[in-house]
């Protein structure tokens, strides 16, 4: 499938909630569809990228894909709120998601993505506060951050930064 031909698909298969997210289920369900984005999402990331890190839950979905695509390792984070790591040290970023809520983001000290170079990969963006806690996240362990990508954004105004600095790849925009 062409990128113009994933970005048709998307529109007419993606129904947004009540509170403006979209259900991503359908997309990861559809095979040829799922595996077009990841083909999208990896290219021109071949023999660049160490790690792709991704937030819990459904970005792992694709961050696994992703770096299994790439011949990556996968270093996923948790969301606190619904984990915690037993007796392990770890390093927490916090932040405000969408809704404004407080949220956090926590791997172990021992992450194994720490100084390598990475490809932070989520479903979509809203705000885009979660990507900036996720670059954070690196940051502090020294990561090289290669890029971003995500199957869809609703544009802001740090979206489109990152759009126009060729850092994030995005595949279909919101409006």
Known sequence: MTENEVREL??????RDEDGKYDLLPVYANRELFSSIVDILSEGFEGKVDYV????AMGWVLGVA???RLNAGFAGVRKLENSSYLNQDICRVIFMDHK??????????????KKKRVLIIDDWIK????IQALISLCERFDCRIQGIGVIGADRKDLISEWLNSKLLRC????E
């Open 127 to 130: 705000t885009g506060s979660q």
């Open 100 to 113: 404004k809520e407080r949220r956090s983001f926590g791997v172990p000290l021992t992450w194994e993505a």
């Open 53 to 56: 890190i991704a937030p819990e």
């Open 10 to 15: 998307l529109n007419e298969i993606l129904i």
């Open 171 to 174: 595949i279909d925009i919101g």
């Open 66 to 68: 992703v770096a299994s």
